[in-house]
């Protein structure tokens, strides 16, 4: 083992605790990141998404992303802590590069990636008729917000962003919300999470502001496990990483005590794996030969429903649209699946940002997406 990555594994297990904070993860340093976003489950509980009969993903034509300044990949890579990108076109492998370490058998950390998994599971409970209705109060499947400011919101106004509850999404905050749900005093036979959310104030009325909010994708995770009877983890495999043959087990975190799945993170998955999760959704959301979800689920999911104030973006159900017709999985650190039907095209990236978001590492990866575009077109 190479002296660098022997002191990343030290400084992982010197760093876990049997009982640490879910949210330890947003002030974590560099070694400690790029060490433990490989091995998330050493540091929390978490459950198995069995995989099935892998979905072969031939290779394609080589493809060299096109960067408008002339900067290589490998300076790109290196320069913002890439740990893998790999594009698919027609399905086909066109590029596949690692760093930091990583590798083909490494499963990598998704952050916020891991809401848009959570709004496709609700498109499956849909299907199943598990969820009855967007247009259903949440309160049908999670009573224990029915005395708060929840109390009319709906399913679709979770999966929109638009509740009204306040919320403060600043990671760099160790007192805001994103920081402290997992915080609290427990009470039997409740999700520490819906504790949590259940003291929120109303800020506006459900339906009118779109504001970011991990804390909601949480309970739509639960509203899913409550509405099928299972956990995500154990939908999740049964409903696309088994059928559709995602080639290793991924894995979900979960609250040690209570055992609830974090809907709005915590997956953890190799790179060729959520390309293939791209590509399960890029065909319609068929798997073993038959649909997974709702009828019109896609369309609606990733069209934009909501404005949040940035000149050709949006916000679908959990998805971040754009006018072009392409939508993306994003996620704090540099985490990203991007899907464009119209160029047949997946691109997943991971990485170990040295912040969890900011502009220019932001524009940076959107600089990345439109190198690929440019050598694809």
Request: proline residues 5%.
């Amino acid at each position: 083992m190479r002296g660098s990555a022997a002191l990343a594994v030290l400084l992982l297990v010197a760093c876990a605790t049997p009982h640490a904070r879910r949210t330890d993860v947003l002030f974590w340093n560099q070694a400690q990141r790029e060490a433990a976003f490989r091995a998330m489950q050493t540091h929390y509980a978490s459950n198995v998404v069995h995989h099935g009969q892998p979905h072969p993903l031939p290779v394609g034509a080589p493809l060299v992303p096109r960067f408008a300044d002339g900067k290589t990949l490998d300076a790109y890579m290196t320069e913002h802590h890439v740990a893998g990108v790999m594009v698919l076109q027609d399905g086909r492998v066109r590029l596949e590069r690692y760093g930091v370490g990583a590798g083909p058998s490494t499963r990598w950390t998704s952050f916020s990636v891991a809401k848009s998994f959570t709004s496709t599971l609700v498109g499956a409970a849909l299907r199943d008729g598990a969820i009855r209705g967007l247009d259903d109060p949440v309160t049908r499947y999670i009573p224990e917000l029915a005395a708060g400011a929840y109390r009319d919101v709906t399913v679709r106004q979770l999966l929109e962003m638009r509740s009204g509850v306040r919320w403060n999404e600043d990671y760099s905050d160790p007192h805001s919300d994103v920081a402290m749900m997992y915080e609290g005093a427990r009470q039997p036979g409740v999700p520490l999470l819906v504790s949590y959310m259940a003291r929120l104030p109303r800020d506006t009325a459900p339906g009118t502001r779109w504001v970011y909010k991990t804390g909601e994708t949480d309970l739509i995770g639960i509203l899913v496990t409550r509405a099928t009877g299972k956990s995500l983890a154990q939908y999740l495999s049964e409903k696309i990483w088994q059928p559709y043959g995602m080639g290793t087990d991924a894995l979900w975190l979960k609250d040690e005590v209570d055992g609830t799945e974090a809907g709005g993170s915590g997956v953890s998955a190799t790179l060729a794996d959520y390309a293939r999760f791209g590509q399960f959704l890029l065909g319609g959301g068929i798997a073993a030969g038959k649909p997974v979800l709702a009828e019109g689920w896609l369309t609606d999911a990733t069209h934009t429903h909501s404005a949040i104030g940035v000149p050709g973006r949006g916000y679908g159900y959990q998805w971040w649209t754009y006018d072009d017709g392409s939508f993306e999985g994003i996620g704090i650190f540099g985490q990203l699946l991007h899907i464009d039907p119209r160029r047949h095209l997946v691109i997943v990236q991971l990485a170990a940002w040295p912040v969890a978001t900011d502009e220019a590492q932001a524009s940076a990866r959107a600089a990345f997406v439109q190198a690929v575009n440019s050598a694809v077109d």
